[in-house]
């Protein structure tokens, strides 16, 4: 079918980014001898930078990889850690029966930056100053603002207004509230007009000083100094004033969290779907429950079915309603519960469960399983029956020798709380998304991993690397590219096509963000699947809420053609505020 964007090729490198600048960043990195973890390490930073209402260094990168050399897949747990003095006693002791989506309260040990310097030291060949430069340059020098984080169009007045992400939507909270976070965000008191140049030299100066760090071990080889700059991060003066900024705004964090902070590198789950092999991030991400769909699905014969039709969308949002519920049900950081992950991914368990769509109705309860007893429903209270019931990027890279990385990074979003003045970052929020009932498998608890949306996807075929892909959206990120990924093995569209295609979602089950509601039955899909389309699923029962064009979704994914090689990049022209800022690939 005909696309807005073209399909980008290369032989040697491809890179799909949020922003043009952060594109140009992993280019540069390429172009001087680095491979695609280096690339995607350094396009990340970029984002921190100029999209910080999506994603700073205070939040989180979740990632997976696969390794040439080692020939096998790794996720890294890029989550962020409750502090040692976050327990449930403490918030139902302050009157809260949920953790506040904004402010200090909400704040854990921010992993984003051990995240990717664990992924260069593993898997990269570059030093932290030759991928930290563009975002060095682009913090000190300044970058010129677009209009998804300026929130402003050109020639609008300095009046405060709008919802949203955006600088504009907060600016009254940084001028009443989060002076520091207006000192950067709101030169001369004003919303910046789209086009001016925002500096963050705070930001540039933490960038230097982790960077001096490297440079006084770099006589002790790549690793050393790496390790140098995260201890300066974790344990040493940035650690102190991270801990000090807590402390003066109600925060928790103490140096000891900081301190005993370390990135897990792990084995992924996988599953495999008409002969591609899928791999996810474990529970404590959402990620297994894009794999339960497609344990679901495998059932359905979808290229008969047809593309977007009635029988399509309906068979797609139910079984995202059955493997969401699970979600609620048993997904957390199995380093503190035990997931029965073989058995919801199991084929018995997926049959089972499958016998629970009705073809020709949609389901308004939140109905988990058994996995362990392996049966259709679970004894008790569905999910979601007990009051338990910002922004995100991505970035994604494969280089000529096979490597390939996925990266969904995300948190410390500046609505989220004040900009740390030394450091130029705030804090991320992501305890919010704990529950304060200890039944719940995602309750919080010191010193454990928040069940995070962040849901990068990689694939293979044969044992060699064939896609990654990723999305924000919170909860609809498992579901959007759920979509893109059916349309490539299912509905064998290209990689740009994938992306275009309409897409839908459904917020039947409770949000993972702050309060947790849900929206039983709700099927939110863009006017450009027909009215014909719409109207015989609402026969069914979907409440169906029209959204507009180029509104559902925003995919980035790169290829390996695993016959000629050839490299291939995606994006999605729905972009941050698209069209004002449409997701960038790179192909050389």
């Not at 952060?22 to 100029?50: K, M, Q």
Request: a neutral charge; charged letters at 20%; hydrophobic letters at 45%.
């Amino acid at each position: 079918m005909p696309t807005i964007y073209p399909l980008i090729m290369g032989r040697r490198a491809i890179l799909a980014t949020e922003h043009y600048l952060s594109a140009a960043a992993g280019a540069r990195i390429f172009a001087g001898g680095g491979n695609a973890i280096d690339a995607a390490v350094a396009a990340t930073f970029v984002e921190g930078v100029v999209n910080p209402h999506m994603h700073t260094i205070g939040g989180e990168a979740p990632m997976l990889i696969y390794s040439a050399s080692a020939r096998r897949v790794v996720a890294i747990n890029g989550n962020m850690m409750a502090p040692e003095r976050a327990t449930i006693a403490h918030y139902l002791s302050l009157g809260l029966k949920l953790i506040p989506g904004t402010g200090l309260l909400a704040a854990g040990v921010p992993a984003a930056f051990d995240a990717l310097v664990t992924a260069l030291r593993d898997f990269g060949t570059k030093s932290l100053a030759d991928v930290l430069e563009p975002a060095l340059e682009l913090a000190g020098d300044g970058f010129p603002i677009h209009v998804g984080l300026s929130g402003e169009p050109a020639g609008a007045d300095d009046a405060v207004a709008g919802a949203g992400a955006s600088i504009r939507s907060n600016a009254r909270r940084f001028l009443a509230k989060w002076p520091s976070s207006g000192r950067v965000y709101l030169p001369d008191g004003k919303v910046p007009q789209p086009g001016s140049v925002l500096k963050n030299p705070a930001l540039a100066n933490f960038f230097k000083r982790v960077l001096d760090a490297e440079s006084a071990a770099k006589n002790r080889g790549r690793e050393s100094g790496l390790d140098a700059a995260r201890d300066r991060f974790y344990r040493g003066d940035i650690a102190r004033e991270i801990v000090a900024w807590s402390d003066a705004n109600g925060g928790l964090l103490a140096a000891s969290d900081l301190a005993r902070f370390t990135t897990r590198t792990e084995s992924p789950v996988s599953a495999d779907y008409r002969g591609v092999t899928v791999f996810k991030c474990g529970p404590w991400s959402q990620g297994p429950v894009f794999l339960q769909q497609l344990k679901l699905l495998e059932g359905f014969d979808l290229g008969a079915i047809g593309h977007n039709s009635p029988d399509y969308i309906h068979a797609v949002v139910e079984s995202a309603k059955l493997a969401f519920a699970d979600r609620e049900a048993y997904y957390g950081d199995p380093e503190f519960i035990d997931v029965p992950i073989a058995g919801l991914l199991s084929d018995r368990y997926a049959a089972i469960r499958r016998e629970l769509i009705d073809s020709g109705h949609a389901s308004m309860d939140q109905r988990p399983g058994d996995p362990i007893s392996m049966r259709a429903l679970r004894d008790g209270p569905a999910a979601g029956a007990r009051p338990w019931g910002a922004g995100t990027i991505h970035v994604t890279a494969a280089d000529r020798a096979g490597n390939m990385i996925a990266v969904t990074a995300s948190g410390g979003w500046i609505p989220s709380s004040p900009v740390i003045d030394a450091l130029g970052f705030p804090l991320g929020t992501r305890m919010q998304t704990f529950f304060l009932d200890e039944r719940h498998p995602n309750a919080l608890k010191p010193g454990k991993r928040p069940r995070t949306t962040l849901s990068p996807s990689l694939a293979m075929v044969k044992g060699e690397p064939y896609l990654a892909f990723g999305t924000e959206g919170g909860d609809q990120q498992d579901q959007w590219t759920l979509q893109f990924f059916l349309n490539v093995v299912d509905f064998g569209m290209d990689l740009q096509a994938a992306i275009e295609a309409p897409k839908f979602s459904t917020p039947h089950f409770p949000s993972t963000f702050y309060p947790h509601d849900n929206h039983p039955g709700v099927v939110r899909i863009e006017d450009r699947v027909p009215a014909i389309v719409r109207d015989a699923l609402a026969a069914r029962g979907h409440k169906i809420e029209v959204r507009p064009p180029w509104s559902e979704g925003h995919v980035l994914a790169v290829q390996i053609n695993t016959k000629t090689g050839v490299l291939v990049g995606g994006a999605d022209p729905r972009g941050q505020a698209a069209p004002t800022m449409p997701a960038q690939v790179i192909g050389w």
